[in-house]
């Protein structure tokens, strides 16, 4: 339930010109806060909505319809500046060019102190933030959204804002922006052999060790998948994850296609539009397929699915059904009963949740009907 602390009276029938939207970082953040950025622009349809969005993922919402400008934010330049007078200089031009932007609103969906910093030093009049954020940053806010149940998913939780402004009637609509060139180019290295093949993306990283299923277990279910000649597995991963999918495919006896590494963002999102089916963890690409309406298995153990699992889509789960899960634990050697959550999940279970849902995909309702 969203709450206020400002006492200009109420937001949702106030008017603004030149929003901020700041929610710099990770990839599943980013995609969990498109369905504010859509709800800004039916609200406000004449506004100047910019998106302040760490430098590394300006691709994924460079030349968004919703987005009149996008503001990158170089955190690890900005990092220096305790020790590094150029790298303090242009921290403080880059609070000097957002003042200039002369925003009314500044919405931080981020919640850290660096962000909610951010809100106040942009200069908006009104700024809004999470009411439990971490860090100090709600000091920062003059207006607050209120602590979010603990099984609110983490889309609901950004969605709080839109009670606040007046946009609570509008549905949530994710409305990503796939890049044409990167279509093209995903096609590209998708040809050779796979054009009548169903295709199926493994997606074995995660930020969190002990979300991973083992390489062995995905090397099983990959060689299961592609045993009846009709589909192909594509494995898919960014350039830190480039050594375990390799791993992967080493230990495969069929042929899958190893494209870890070898895209930016928005091929890779060009890429999930294109397969047919997704197989991931509890991770960014996965939301990513979410926002694209693909159908996805998602592998969980210490993380809540209701939180920040597949949005809306809990049947795409396949998870164990344990008393200490979710636990939360980053770290292998946190887990007293040996990472029982993903060692205990079978690979039979796994490969038949993709298969039945390939059965609930388009492409594949259409080609055995």
């Not at 430098?55 to 220096?80: M, Q």
């Not at 597949?310 to 344990?322: G, I, T």
Request: proline residues 5%; charged residues 25%; contains cysteine.
């Amino acid at each position: 339930m969203a709450e206020t602390t400002h006492t200009g009276g109420s937001l949702a029938q106030r008017s603004f010109d030149r929003i901020l939207l700041i929610k710099p970082s990770s990839l599943g953040d980013v995609i969990h806060a498109l369905p504010v950025l859509h709800g800004l622009r039916r609200r406000y349809p004449d506004a100047t909505i910019d998106w302040l969005v760490e430098s590394s993922l300006v691709e994924l919402v460079e030349g968004h319809a919703d987005v009149d400008r996008i503001v990158p934010f170089d955190r690890r330049r900005f990092g220096r500046m305790g020790y590094s007078m150029r790298a303090a200089g242009r921290f403080v031009g880059f609070i000097r060019a957002i003042r200039e932007r002369a925003y009314d609103l500044a919405i931080d969906l981020q919640g850290l102190f660096r962000s909610g910093f951010l809100a106040r030093a942009c200069g908006a009049s009104v700024r809004i933030g999470f009411d439990d954020a971490r860090e100090g940053a709600a000091m920062f806010y003059t207006h607050h959204v209120g602590p979010a149940p603990n099984d609110m998913h983490a889309v609901d939780r950004n969605y709080q804002v839109a009670d606040l402004l007046g946009f609570g009637d509008v549905p949530v609509t994710f409305n990503f922006r796939v890049d044409p060139k990167a279509r093209d180019e995903a096609r590209s290295l998708l040809a050779g052999g796979s054009d009548d093949k169903t295709l199926i993306a493994i997606v074995p990283g995660a930020r969190w060790e002990t979300k991973r299923w083992a390489p062995k277990r995905f090397a099983e279910a990959i060689d299961q998948l592609a045993d009846d000649g009709r589909a192909k597995c594509v494995v898919l991963g960014g350039p830190d994850e480039a050594t375990l999918c390799s791993h992967i495919c080493e230990l495969c006896t069929s042929d899958p296609l190893n494209l870890a590494g070898r895209t930016g963002l928005s091929t890779l999102a060009a890429l999930v539009e294109s397969v047919d089916v997704l197989l991931c963890h509890d991770s960014g690409v996965m939301h990513l397929a979410v926002a694209l309406h693909k159908p996805l298995v998602c592998l969980t153990g210490p993380t809540n699915p209701r939180r920040t699992g597949p949005y809306r889509r809990l049947a795409d789960v396949v998870r164990l059904s344990l008393e200490c899960s979710p636990c939360y634990y980053r770290k292998l050697s946190q887990c007293p009963i040996d990472h029982e959550c993903m060692r205990e999940l079978p690979t039979s279970a796994v490969v038949e949740a993709v298969r039945r849902a390939l059965h609930k995909s388009p492409a594949h309702a259409e080609t055995s009907g």
